[in-house]
């Protein structure tokens, strides 16, 4: 059954180059204080791995999530209504982070994402199949970041700004013929655009190269005014 468990810091990491697994499920619920919560984020000599499956549960962490970093390679998998409610950091001082938000009814709750913190760091978001993430900003870079955007459902970004560093892009791969994407999008990244119709109603400042097509897919980009 469902259960609560309460801890001023969590972190989950694999011993010895091995992956750590912890799954919330079922209504269950996970929460970190002050000293926050840590995937494969832990100053070891060794690389470490670790997984955190939040399936149809809830995570909560007061002073952030922080997934991969110091050698370490984390993941997060927010799956059948799971919930994140944390500002949260993919891949920082070394690390490698990956988030998958995928399905109807889950949701990360971010506020504030940071990905690919730094030169050796990288980091991959991908929201598809209903999935949400809600936040002000996303900042990528200026180590190498993806934001990944897949489903017949697209994934919903419910982000002001997503400023990308030189070595990251926007990628939108989805089975939909009218989707609105209403995101700022600046910084010197890059989108790419392989299939679906994707309206976008943001101001874009953005100075990388659009990509368009691939896959033998039809794809159409519009640019939106609703002034």
Do not use: C
């Amino acid at each position: 059954g469902a259960s609560t468990v309460t801890a001023s810091q969590i972190n989950l990491k694999g011993e010895s180059g091995q992956m750590a697994k912890a799954s919330i499920t079922d209504g269950s619920v996970l929460s970190a204080g002050i000293g926050g919560l840590f995937v494969a984020a832990g100053n070891s000599e060794v690389p470490d791995y670790a997984t955190l499956n939040i399936d149809g549960g809830v995570v909560n962490s007061v002073s952030g999530t922080y997934i991969g970093a110091e050698k370490g390679t984390g993941f997060v998998n927010i799956n059948n209504g799971g919930k994140l409610n944390s500002f949260g950091v993919i891949g920082t001082s070394g690390g490698q982070g990956f988030v998958s938000v995928k399905g109807e009814g889950s949701e990360w709750n971010a506020g504030a994402i940071e990905m690919a913190t730094d030169s050796s760091s990288s980091g991959v978001l991908t929201v598809g199949d209903g999935g949400r993430v809600t936040a002000e900003h996303i900042n990528v870079g200026p180590g190498p970041g993806s934001i990944r955007i897949t489903g017949d459902v697209p994934g919903v970004l419910d982000v002001k700004n997503i400023n990308l560093g030189s070595q990251s892009y926007i990628f939108m791969e989805h089975g939909s013929d009218n989707y609105d994407f209403r995101t700022d999008i600046s910084g010197s990244g890059q989108l790419a655009l392989a299939s679906g119709t994707t309206n976008f109603y943001g101001q874009n400042t953005y100075s990388g190269p659009t990509f368009i097509g691939g896959y033998d897919n039809d794809v159409i980009f519009r640019a939106q005014n609703e002034n």
